[in-house]
């Protein structure tokens, strides 16, 4: 199985900072690499796919890039409304593997 | 628009069974890759099992492989999840969840699994 790590685990920021979260894979995934945020008693949205695909309706100061084995999620410009937990996810061979998650708080 | 609502969740005792459904709309789920997808409370988020396009395309996470079992009722445009065998370790928030160009684009709201004695 592939495993997904992602750094730091918790950060702390406030409105207006940049804040970077990276996803590491155990091995080679391609560009099946999504990006998802979760609030507190919600289902996860989709913000980014392969890679750095940004959904409609997600704001661009979201941005993902990478390759191979190590990935970024950047958020420039952070707002009220980005407080939330954020989770890379593999997709390049099952099980379709989550990172442990980056929890963005004030 | 493309909408998911899974039902079933409850309360059950380990060794007890359950059937997560998820009903669809906005979209014919014989075209579409569909996955359950858990969350344990306060933990992450653990990707279950898939069933794609043809009835046989289906993969589970060992942990629930030959307990759980994945189907769909196309007339229904309904996906299905049978679980058995049920452990403590399987208390979660179940999602069902849609899946194109292998990144989970609608997800439902959930349903609860509680496995306790």
């Known amino acids: 199985d592939i495993q997904m790590t992602q750094s730091p685990s918790s950060v702390s920021a406030s409105v207006g900072d940049r804040v970077t979260i990276t996803c590491r894979a155990s091995?080679?995934?391609?560009?099946?690499l999504a990006w998802y945020q979760q609030k507190a008693g919600k289902a996860p949205k989709l913000l980014i796919s392969?890679?750095?695909s940004l959904q409609s309706g997600v704001p661009s100061r979201f941005r993902g890039s990478g390759s191979g084995t190590e990935f970024n999620l950047t958020i420039s410009g952070l707002q009220p409304e980005d407080f939330a937990t954020y989770y890379c996810?593999?997709?390049?061979?099952?099980?379709?593997?989550f990172g442990p998650g980056t929890k963005v708080d004030l | 628009q493309v909408q998911l609502v899974e039902s079933g969740g409850g309360v059950v005792q380990p060794g007890g069974s359950l059937r997560l459904s998820c009903v669809a709309s906005?979209?014919?789920?014989?075209?579409?890759?569909l996955h359950w997808v858990r969350q344990a409370p306060g933990k992450g988020l653990e990707w279950v099992a898939f069933?794609?396009?043809?009835?046989?395309?289906?993969d589970y996470l060992d942990s629930v492989k030959g307990r759980f079992t994945i189907s769909r009722d196309i007339s229904k445009n309904t996906l299905f999840l049978q679980m058995n065998s049920l452990r403590v370790e399987d208390t979660a928030m179940y999602y069902c969840?849609?899946?194109?160009?292998?990144?989970?684009?609608?997800w439902g709201q959930g349903t609860l699994v509680t496995v306790s004695s």
């Open positions: 069933i794609r396009y043809v009835e046989n395309n289906k």
């Open positions: 969840a849609k899946e194109e160009y292998r990144a989970f684009h609608y």
């Open positions: 392969v890679v750095s």
């Open positions: 091995q080679g995934i391609s560009s099946w």
């Open positions: 906005g979209f014919t789920i014989s075209d579409s890759g």
């Open positions: 996810q593999q997709a390049n061979s099952v099980p379709f593997t």
